[in-house]
């Protein structure tokens, strides 16, 4: 086992995680996390919140030095990227020129906002992603009178609750009938999105982007399919991510428009040496349903299930209620488990600020959305995992249908 | 002995060291970590400190002895 290598592709949050559970769990072998920013592994999830408002440096944000990450036996290539990958030599190509050998291979390359926008103005519209996306959106931010965001999802109402904090007036448009579409029901999803129009914010549905106004280069205006253009000097487009996986596709591993797709227990179909964490991939749930989570959370669960396979040969399977929060116009919002195949909806309270909704299916919990009310979340959070029976939860028993 | 250590000023109650680490940190009625045994054995500091990891916001650390 000394004589393994292990070559993680990525070097953010998820690469970084499976290089140190694989050193927690007694792999001896040597680990290279090869990641395409220059940064060492830094975190994500304040990029939307807190950076955008307060001066928060990049030091700040990392998560693991390099000098910190050569003490556990992990070493670190920044500024590169794998080119080119041969499943059956177990061979990369990176973009500083170099071939390098791995036993096993962790796609761990995220995902990149995507942007339908081939014609937008090259100053004023921005997407959030790395770090540097948000230092740009900063400062920009900090200058802005019309904010527009593009896209009612977590992370384009986080966006909003940060610019609105910072005195602008902010706009949200969705192009779906509902906000939050993708993660939550309808009734849900409006509660969650009042706590964003009760601070002012401008939240408006059906509402398709069609172009953008500027002057030479610069924006001035977003352009709507019913002739509406709305006033912005910054717009910011949060319609959801790719995956990064071009590189694995054309190695002809097996990957969909979702990312690499991997079993129960992290490995990718059909693949014996190659297993995916985070972002980039699709994990197989227990229905054979794959799903991406896109949360911080999962990725730390991923990371644990698959080095203690790729090091014990043990076929271990995520146990938790995938976890995701959202911290908005003072408030935080937690997504635990599954929303969208509930069969039953439960709202025990409506008011934004104490929403409690809750999903089954087949009479079992499998989801729930709460704003604030930690201890509740955690109760939920072990009461999902467990797929316990709503009769056997109170809140579910006394909350209307 | 290691100790456990949380600041209270950071915690925000995501209870990600509960789920992780049920035998060492619960969550307050106030929705903050209560730590359940600061002291650590070796066999305890794995399981520990993947606690500290899947913390969102750094709000635990491990003391040396």
Same mark, same amino acid.
């Given at each position: 086992?000394?004589?393994? =290598? ?10 970084? /995680?499976? *290089? ?14 090869? @990641? ?7 975190? !994500?999830?304040?990029?939307? %919140? ?6 928060? $440096? *990049? ?5 693991? $030095?390099?000098?910190? +990450? ?7 290539? #920044? ?17 500083? @020129? ?6 096993? +291979?962790?796609?761990?390359? @995220? ?19 790395? +770090? &540097? ?9 900090? %200058? ?37 579409? !993708? ?13 964003? #129009? ?9 509402? %398709? ?20 253009? +709305? ?10 991510? &790719? ?6 596709? *054309? ?5 969909? =428009? ?32 794959? =799903? ?20 014990? /040969? ?17 408030? %935080? ?15 025990? $309270?409506?008011?934004? #600020? ?18 604030? &009310? ?28 | 002995?290691? !100790? ?7 915690? &925000?109650?995501? *209870? ?50």
């Amino acid at each position: 086992m000394s004589g393994d =290598r292990v070559l993680i592709a990525g070097a953010s949050l998820a690469g970084l /995680r499976t *290089a140190q559970a694989l050193r927690r769990t007694g792999f001896s072998g040597s680990i290279t996390m090869v @990641g395409k920013e220059l940064h060492a592994p830094y975190d !994500r999830p304040p990029l939307s %919140k807190e950076v955008l408002t307060k001066d928060v $440096s *990049a030091s700040q944000v990392i998560l693991c $030095s390099t000098d910190d +990450l050569r003490g556990q036996g992990i070493d670190l290539i #920044t500024g590169v990227e794998i080119t080119d990958v041969d499943l059956s030599d177990r061979t990369v190509t990176c973009s500083d @020129g170099n071939s390098r050998g791995f036993t096993e +291979l962790v796609a761990a390359t @995220g995902a990149r906002p995507h942007q339908p926008f081939a014609d937008a103005p090259r100053t004023g519209v921005f997407t959030l992603r790395t +770090l &540097q996306d948000a230092l740009s959106l900063r400062s920009a931010l900090a %200058k802005a009178h019309n904010v527009v965001i593009i896209g009612a999802g977590f992370i384009g109402l986080e966006i909003a609750s940060a610019a609105r904090s910072l005195g602008g007036h902010v706009t949200v448009l969705e192009a779906a009938p509902a906000p939050l579409a !993708r993660s939550l029901p309808t009734a849900v999803a409006r509660a969650v999105t009042s706590l964003a #129009t009760r601070s002012g914010v401008d939240v408006r549905c059906d509402a %398709k982007v069609i172009g953008f106004t500027r002057q030479v280069d610069e924006l001035r205006g977003v352009c709507l399919a019913d002739g509406t253009v +709305l006033a912005a000097d910054v717009a910011v487009v949060g319609v959801g991510v &790719q995956p990064c996986v071009g590189w694995l596709e *054309a190695a002809g591993a097996p990957v969909d =428009r979702m990312g690499l797709l991997c079993d129960a227990t992290g490995r990718a179909l059909e693949h014996q040496h190659l297993w995916g964490v985070g972002d980039a991939c699709a994990w197989l749930g227990a229905d054979g349903i794959a =799903r991406r989570h896109e949360h911080w959370t999962t990725i730390g669960d991923q990371a644990k299930v698959v080095a203690q396979n790729l090091t014990h /040969r043990s076929r271990r399977q995520l146990t938790s209620a995938p976890y995701a929060w959202s911290d908005q116009f003072g408030h %935080k919002i937690h997504i635990i488990g599954e929303a969208n195949d509930a069969d039953e909806v439960r709202i025990l $309270s409506r008011e934004p #600020t104490t929403l409690t909704a809750m999903f089954a299916r087949q009479g079992h919990l499998t989801g729930a959305c709460i704003v604030d &009310q930690a201890p509740l979340a955690l109760k939920l959070r072990r009461w999902i995992a467990s797929s316990t029976p709503v009769c056997d939860i109170p809140p579910w028993q006394h909350s209307a249908a | 002995m290691s !100790r456990v250590v949380a600041d209270m000023t950071k915690c &925000q109650g995501y *209870a990600n060291c509960v789920v992780t680490a049920p035998d060492h940190f619960d969550l307050g009625e106030d929705g903050k970590v209560r730590v359940l045994s600061q002291a650590l054995a070796d066999d305890q500091l794995t399981v520990v400190r993947e606690a500290i990891d899947a913390c969102p916001v750094a709000a635990l650390r491990l003391e040396a002895p």
